[in-house]
């Protein structure tokens, strides 16, 4: 069973930076289709960014410039290294994992991924 763990969250300012990671428990899921989403209160779940068969990538127009998703094969780890933080980034933010490279954009957009981080808080204050 894959497990995905969140990590890098926090309090920051606007115009700040933070970087998330994801640790996976195998490699496998890193060459197929993984992916960050985030849901603030009183939202709906959104994708932030995805990445498939390691070289695949693309952004949500809210992100995109700002956001930068990279794996690290070695380290198992998924990153988001978010620069020039919004007020409207504030969320939860989850990894997500999914063996369908071929399908992913699909599934990303549709949230319907394999597996799932616990989420890890980001909160920009203006």
């Known amino acids: 069973q894959v497990q995905l763990v969140e990590s890098g969250g926090g309090s920051v300012q606007a115009g700040g930076s933070l970087r998330l990671s994801c640790v996976g428990s195998?490699?496998?899921?890193?060459?197929?289709?993984m992916g960050w989403f985030r849901q603030a209160p009183g939202k709906e779940r959104e994708g932030v960014a995805r990445?498939?068969?390691?070289?695949?990538?693309a952004y949500a127009d809210s992100v995109k410039g700002r956001f930068t998703i990279s794996i690290e094969n070695a380290k198992n780890t998924l990153y988001l290294q978010m620069n020039n933080l919004k007020p409207e980034d504030t969320a939860v933010y989850y990894c997500a994992a999914d063996l369908s490279a071929r399908y992913c954009s699909t599934r990303f957009a549709a949230g319907e991924m394999g597996y799932w981080g616990q989420g890890t808080q980001v909160t920009v204050s203006s």
């Open positions: 990445i498939a068969s390691g070289t695949i990538i």
């Open positions: 195998t490699y496998t899921y890193m060459r197929y289709c």
